[in-house]
């Protein structure tokens, strides 16, 4: 557990020495908020559905942003050559990888808090009082659930070598698949499917059930099921991570796949 | 002149091939405008006025401009990054002309986006997409990656002052599609706003295109549309030259034109 | 005495601070002194050479010559030209190299990065394809040229950063650490290009950490430390300032720091350097008073531990150390 705390601090840490107040409040905050004005302009143009389909998906969708400082918190170690010595280490795995993600959830709550904020003070977005716990569980959930993607998304990367246009690109499929500016209902229906196996589905599902007045049971289901997916992405990049590391090892590659 | 020209070209050149290959180009080009392209069709198809080639201009031009903004600023990250940029800044020769002629290689470049986004409408989904006046569109279009490729060069030099300059850029992004009124009118944004966004290439860029392929604009409108163009672009690589002299003499006084 | 009469390059009081600052939320700013009132002449013709330590203000002081910083205050002037208020004249008539294998484009080939330099340059157009292949040749490029810059060793892309600055014909020319990770044949290869230029009456200043180098080469060296001149003149002028001196050099096995410490605090030793050599060290010892030196020497070491023992005259190296204190 320890460790687990410690590396987060440090990971965390590491992320706020590079990064000083300003291009934290651009990346965090400036850039999901533009890009979530513009798809709510658009949808306000195309008329398909109502403004507050679109401003609680893409709200919801300003957790994709927080893919970028879990993959990178990962897959950085091997840019900074630090990966030899981390891998060298005899502290155990698990605590280590995981702990990357830790702070990260709460990086990402602040992240969507300000994003909330905004639809609701600067848009208008109307959150029955009824409903307001389970949208915070909403976004919860979708944070957690994009920390599990991010986790892969930075194992991966040891692959594919650049963690940013990796994760740009995850958000895009996220954006586009999860319901965030456009119905399910009308994506093919492969798509639709694999709209199912991505994180933030069926949280954004849930919150606009929320925020049309529904109980907390009404949701339940599908943000277990966000959090399940989340908790098999984050698996499943531990997995990748460790098949990495020992391929590299054997290949004698440790800090280049 | 004939020098800046043969310097802008040869800049051009050698950007190419040390950047042609690389995977930020394909995704500024191919990823995002496709991306950007799908969703919005989606999101636009239900209107009923609805015109498939209003998707596949705005994203061609949301795809060049993402290229712009930070191929910029990436073309001086990587000088920095190969140890070029003080022998490009120790060197005679103009840094608003060896970065111009950067940034004109890659904006012949990022004209892939019109391609690909009339592939979206066409292919993908299948529209039957027409082109009111193609000749005045394609006029329009070579007008319009002038105006994208000074507002881009007016961008660049904030990556000679910050190194980690991209997340700032990141910023312009999305308001920049929004105030040109690439894929919505201008007229959903805030009333103090609209005046604003006349004072942009881009915004002129947008209304020439849109004018051009929809038949909306007239011939008189369209070439009003081309003044202003050009107009607002020359205003912007005028600052833009003034820019980069007094960035690089700030650089030089903080000492950071080196990688470290 | 200088070569020519005219001061080709000026250096007067020249300050350069730098700001690092630290801290997330409550910023500290450090201020870091790298120059400190650093004063020098070059005359034309000369080849200059700026000795020190890392961290000295070696580097800086080329790069406010080559007009890449900005002095904080002082003035720095190239052929009568002030580097900041004439600063696109100077980079006419200047050319520079700055040691390591960044500056050139990878994806391109040597014959491709001078051409392009050469248009940066202004050099005329028909003339670029001949100069071109003039300064291949004389790095003895010219067979390579073709192939991608990625593909070179480093001798062959120091030899390449040498053509390039050649390209304009500069008569001023900054070389910092140009022989800096080359293999003996490599750097040897390059002083010679170095020495002909010099001997075609080029003005050069080169900094460089190997002293034989500054010894071979130049007519005059600066020592550098802590950003001032600490000494100036011929290498035999600063070889005279050691005359005094002898150094004993005790080869020995495993010695320690407490050791190392006796010997120093014997009244006749003026320096110790110590120099790692696999599994034993080289003591050099300056003394005043030679072979006589050397019996409390080896007393004081331990009769044991030492191996080879040799007394030899001063070199400028130790004339380095007697200004710095100390061998990087």
Same mark, same amino acid.
């Given at each position: ?41 658009? @949808? ?109 998304? @930075? ?27 456009? =119905?399910?209902?009308?994506?093919? @229906? ?8 991505? =994180? ?58 | ?28 080009? /191919? ?97 039957? /997409? ?55 009118? /201008? ?74 | ?19 690092? $600052? ?37 580097? $800086?002081?080329?790069?406010?010559? $080559? ?68 300064? &291949? ?65 080029? $003005? ?6 190997? &002293? ?84 409390? &020497? ?31």
């Amino acid at each position: 557990m320890r460790l687990f705390t410690v590396t987060a601090f440090y990971s965390f840490r590491a992320l706020f020495r590079w990064l000083s107040p300003m291009p934290y409040l651009c990346f965090r905050a400036l850039f999901p908020l533009a890009q979530l004005a513009f798809f709510a302009l658009i @949808g306000t143009y195309g008329g398909s559905q109502p403004l507050s389909f679109y401003l609680v998906g893409n709200a919801i969708g300003t957790a994709t942003t927080t893919a970028f400082g879990v993959s990178q918190a990962v897959a950085g170690e091997r840019q900074q050559g630090t990966l030899s010595y981390l891998l060298a280490a005899p502290a155990p795995r698990a605590p280590i990888f995981f702990g990357r993600a830790a702070l990260h959830v709460a990086d990402g709550m602040i992240n969507i808090f300000v994003a909330l904020a905004v639809v609701i003070l600067v848009f208008g977005l109307r959150v029955p009082v009824e409903g307001i716990v389970g949208v915070i569980a909403s976004m919860l959930v979708a944070t957690i659930a994009i920390c599990g993607l991010g986790l892969l998304l @930075g194992a991966v990367a040891y692959i594919v070598l650049d963690t940013a246009i990796l994760a740009n690109f995850a958000m895009f499929i996220i954006l586009l698949l999860s319901g965030a500016n456009v =119905p399910l209902a009308e994506l093919p @229906g492969v798509v639709a499917a694999i709209a199912q196996g991505i =994180p933030l589905t069926r949280s954004v599902a849930a919150a606009r059930l929320y925020v049309g007045g529904a109980s907390l049971d009404a949701g339940a289901g599908l943000l277990l099921g966000d959090l399940a997916l989340g908790a098999v992405y984050g698996i499943a990049g531990f997995v990748v991570f460790n098949w990495l590391e020992t391929r590299a090892r054997r290949e004698g590659r440790l800090e280049g796949v | 002149m004939t020098a800046a020209l043969r310097i802008a070209a040869r800049s051009a050149w050698v950007n190419f091939q040390e950047v042609a290959v690389s995977g930020f180009l394909l995704f500024a080009v /191919v990823w995002q405008p496709l991306f950007v392209g799908v969703t919005t069709m989606y999101m636009l198809r239900h209107r009923a006025d609805f015109d498939p080639m209003y998707v596949v201009v705005g994203t061609a031009l949301s795809g060049i401009w993402s290229t712009l903004l930070f191929a910029g600023s990436g073309a001086i990250s990587h000088e920095r990054w190969t140890g070029t940029l003080e022998l490009l800044a120790a060197s005679p020769a103009s840094f608003f002309v060896v970065i111009g002629g950067k940034l004109a290689g890659t904006t012949i470049f990022s004209l892939g986006s019109l391609v690909l986004a009339f592939g979206i409408g066409a292919v993908l989904f299948g529209y039957p /997409v027409k082109i009111a006046e193609p000749g005045l569109l394609a006029l329009s279009l070579v007008f319009a990656a002038v105006a994208l490729w000074a507002t881009g060069v007016f961008f660049a030099p904030l990556a000679i002052l910050w190194r980690t300059v991209g997340v700032f850029l990141l910023v312009f992004e999305y308001p920049v599609f929004a105030l040109s009124g690439f894929l919505f009118p /201008v007229l959903l944004l805030p009333n103090w706003i609209v005046p604003i966004t006349n004072l942009l290439p881009p915004y002129w860029a947008a209304v020439a295109m849109h004018g051009a392929a929809s038949g909306d604009l007239d011939t008189p409108g369209l070439i009003r549309a081309w003044f202003f163009l050009f107009l607002t672009g020359g205003v912007l690589l005028f600052i833009a030259h003034r820019l980069f002299d007094e960035v690089l003499t700030r650089a030089r006084r903080a000492g950071t034109l080196a990688l470290s | 005495m200088l070569r020519g009469s005219v001061g080709a390059i000026e250096l007067r009081d020249v300050r350069r601070l730098f700001r690092t $600052t630290t801290g997330t939320l409550r910023r500290h700013t450090k201020e870091i002194v790298a120059l400190d009132g650093l004063s020098l002449e070059v005359g034309e013709g000369e080849l200059f050479g700026i000795l020190g330590p890392n961290g000295a203000g070696k580097t $800086t002081t080329i790069k406010v010559l $080559t007009t890449l910083l900005i002095p904080t205050s002082g003035t720095a002037s190239v052929l009568g030209l002030d580097v900041v208020r004439d600063a696109k004249e100077v980079r006419r008539k200047i050319g520079f190299v700055f040691g390591g294998e960044r500056g050139l484009y990878y994806r391109l080939s040597g014959r491709d990065n001078l051409r392009y330099f050469a248009e940066l340059y202004a050099v005329a157009p028909r003339e670029i394809n001949s100069r071109v292949e003039e300064l &291949l040749e004389l790095v003895g490029l010219r067979d390579r040229g073709d192939e991608r810059v990625e593909g070179y060793s480093r001798g062959m892309k120091q030899r390449l950063h040498l053509a390039r600055t050649l390209l304009h014909r500069p008569r001023v020319l900054f070389l910092d650490e140009p022989t800096i990770g080359l293999d003996p044949i490599g750097a040897r290869e390059l002083r010679r290009i170095v020495s002909q230029l010099h001997e075609g009456g080029a $003005t050069i200043v080169l900094t460089t950490h190997y &002293l034989f180098e500054a010894d071979e080469l130049c007519d005059r060296i600066a020592v550098v430390d802590k950003g001032r001149v600490v000494a100036l003149g011929t290498p035999d002028d600063l070889k005279a300032n050691v005359s005094d001196l002898s150094v004993v050099e005790l080869e020995v096995f495993g010695i320690d720091a407490p050791t190392i410490e006796r010997v120093r605090a014997l009244e006749f030793v003026d320096s110790v350097v110590v120099e790692q050599r696999e599994l034993r060290q080289v003591l050099r010892i300056q003394t005043r008073i030679a072979e006589r030196a050397v019996a409390p &020497l080896i007393a004081a070491v331990a009769a044991g531990q030492v191996g080879r023992v040799a007394v030899r005259e001063a070199t400028l190296e130790d004339a380095y150390v007697r200004l710095v204190g100390r061998v990087e």
